[in-house]
């Protein structure tokens, strides 16, 4: 692995990681109520797309990072349609 890829690990790992936060305290209130809906559904859709190119270019930082981030950010839209006020 070269320092190009561990770059792109960090990078991708700090995004990422910038996520739990805020999937504990939703896990923890049990509300969602001030997340949006589309702007996570537009969100998801994303890193689904960026995931898919990672994998046709072979790019395991780009893999790695948002796999991670959409098995979190599909949490929270997870919360925002379970957790309804």
């Known amino acids: 692995m070269n ?10 790992g700090l995004t990422t ?3 739990l936060p805020q999937v504990i305290k939703t896990w923890k209130s049990r509300s969602a109520k ?8 537009l ?3 994303g890193v689904f ?13 780009v893999i790695a990072a948002n796999l991670l981030t ?3 950010a599909s949490t929270l839209l997870f919360f925002k349609l379970r957790f309804k006020e």
């Open 34 to 41: 001030d997340l949006s809906l589309g702007m996570f559904s």
């Open 70 to 72: 959409l098995l979190l």
């Open 49 to 61: 797309l960026w995931l898919v190119y990672g994998i046709i270019v072979k790019d395991i930082p």
């Open 3 to 12: 320092s190009i890829q561990l770059l792109g690990l960090a990078a991708g």
């Open 43 to 45: 969100f998801c859709l």
């Open 17 to 19: 990681a910038a996520f």
